[in-house]
Each structure stands twice: as C-alpha cells, then as structure tokens.
T-cell receptor
Framework: DAKTTQPTSMDCAEGRAANLPCNHS???????VYWYRQIHSQGPQYIIH???NNETNEMASLIITEDRKSSTLILPHATLRDTAVYYC????????????FGTGTKLQVIP | GAVVSQHPSWVICKSGTSVKIECRSL??????MFWYRQFPKQSLMLMAT?????????EQGVEKDKFLINHASLTLSTLTVTSAHPEDSSFYIC???????????FGSGTQLSVL
C-alpha cells in the first residue's frame, strides 16, 4: 500500500514555479522521500530524494517539513515538457526495498 | 545517470503466443530488478522482484507460471508473458536500483497488445 497522499491533479503556468505537495504522515525515522515523474507512455524518471534536509539538484528542489510528515517538490520554472504525473514515494535507502507507487499528481503546465 | 534499457518498445502478438521482454542495466550491475505493469490512466503496479541467480518474488495475485521471470546475469532480467491473452495487454516497465541511495532507474517500457 502506498504510504503517501498527493493531490490528483494540478495546473501551473509556464515559467512559474510548480509546487507539488505530498503527505507522508507515517514515515519512519530512516525512510527517505523520493520523487519520480512519468511523462506519457514513458518509464518513470528519478527527480530527487531526501531524508530530512532540503535538497536541490538541476531538476528540482525538495522541501521536507521539520516533522517529516510532508514535503513539497518545487520545479522552479515549469516548462511544457514538465507536464507529467509526479509520484512521491517513501522508502528505505539500501536493501533494495520494493517500491509501491500511489496515484501521483498529474501536473499540467499551461502555456 | 545510470541507464536501463528495455526491449522491445512495443509488441503486437496473437492470443496464445508468448512474448519476451528484456531489461538490461547498461552501466551498472543489478542484482535486483523490479517489473511493473501499468494499465491506461492507472498507476504502476508492482508485479515481481527479479533476483539474480535465484527465483523471482511475485506480488499477490500475479501468476508466476504466466509471467516467467529470469535473471540470469547481473545485467539482464527477462519477463516472458506466456500464452498471452487480450487482458494481458498493458504497458510493462522494468526498473533497477543503483547506488547506495537506492534510487530507481526505469526502462522506457514495453507496450504489449494481444490480439
């Protein structure tokens, strides 16, 4: 069973920041938060992950609340190519834990 | 980043035939790979965990005799859909974890259509 809750869909204007929330209130102390996205008819793509500190890479930023019960993925300048389904997943680092996907958030970037 | 190659990208077959899908890790070794199935407008559903040199672990409700998984080397896992039927038509995706932080890299997926 997925351990995260995400809004079903969101819209974002092109060029603006897209903020995608995720609730993971049952996350355990050593579980990481991972974000993936799936563009239509393609395999999912890894975006970013974190444990408790905020993280940033070339694709996005990840903000994790202090209590770690929720997080936000930020795409700083959304483009049309960012239109995709975004999945927030919690899991352990190491040990090859199987990953269960929830329903994700369908982000539509609007021109 | 790491690359997972999946072939074929799409396949059409007749009902009753078998189809093999390959998943390769191109620049890293994968002792574990995961196979997912995705129906239109639905999320990915984990089918099985493929383990190099040992039997695959199937999720509840997935028929192991119908979906044969072989992981004979550290870079190759195959999924064979045996005696395919139209209801097996779906998008099949493989993935492999890499690195100490266990992020997953995914293949591009295989669209199977059974006529």
């Amino acid at each position: 069973d997925a351990k995260t809750t995400q809004p079903t869909s969101m819209d974002c204007a092109e060029g603006r920041a897209a903020n995608l929330p995720c609730n993971h209130s049952t996350i355990s102390g050593n579980e990481y938060v991972y974000w993936y996205r799936q563009i239509h008819s393609q395999g999912p793509q890894y975006i970013i992950h974190g444990l408790k500190n905020n993280e940033t890479n070339e694709m996005a930023s990840l903000i994790i609340t202090e209590d770690r019960k929720s997080s936000t993925l930020i795409l700083p300048h959304a483009t049309l190519r960012d239109t995709a389904v975004y999945y927030c997943i919690v899991g352990f680092s190491g040990g090859y834990q199987k990953v269960t996907f929830g329903t994700g958030t369908k982000l539509q970037v609007i021109p | 980043g790491a690359v997972v190659s999946q072939h074929p990208s799409w396949v059409i077959c007749k009902s009753g035939t078998s189809v093999k899908i390959e998943c390769r890790s191109l620049d890293f070794q994968a002792t574990t790979m995961f196979w997912y199935r995705q129906f239109p407008k639905q999320s990915l559903m984990l089918m099985a965990t493929s383990n190099e040199g040992s039997k695959a672990t199937y999720e509840q409700g997935v028929e192991k005799d119908k979906f044969l998984i072989n992981h004979a080397s550290l870079t190759l896992s195959t999924l064979t859909v045996t005696s395919a039927h139209p209801e097996d038509s779906s998008f099949y995706i493989c993935s492999a974890p890499t690195g100490g932080d266990e992020k997953l890299f995914f293949g591009s997926g295989t669209q199977l259509s059974v006529l």
